[in-house]
Nanobody
């Protein structure tokens, strides 16, 4: 059984930092590209960051220079370090594991940036 579980969401003040974690089980984690996506109320889900099995990264334009994605294959976990958070970063953040046609999503974790 495949499980993708996000954690680390919270409420934080503008300018603050937060680290999200996503633990995957039931898959050969090292083979999978991992990604973070987010969805704000009334908006479409958008790309935040992805990391390939080889460690190459890609970021959405709105988070470049502020967010960093990383992975620990020994722990089957991908991280999203978020710095200089803005109110517009408020959203549910979803983790995705993808390999070929296989794609698995987590249930999401809420991030709220507000003073």
């Amino acid at each position: 059984q495949v499980r993708v579980v996000e954690s680390g969401g919270a409420m934080v003040q503008p300018g603050g930092s937060l680290r999200l974690s996503c633990a995957a089980s039931g898959i050969s984690f090292r083979l999978y590209a991992m990604g973070w996506y987010r969805q704000a109320p009334g908006k479409q889900r958008e790309l935040v960051a992805t990391i390939t099995s080889g460690g190459s990264t890609n970021y959405g334009d709105s988070v470049k220079g502020r967010f960093t994605i990383s992975r620990d294959n020994a722990k089957n976990t991908v991280y999203l370090q978020m710095n200089s958070l803005k109110p517009e970063d408020t959203a549910v953040y979803y983790c995705n594991a993808r390999w070929g046609t296989a794609s698995y999503w987590g249930q999401g974790t809420q991030v709220t940036v507000s003073s």
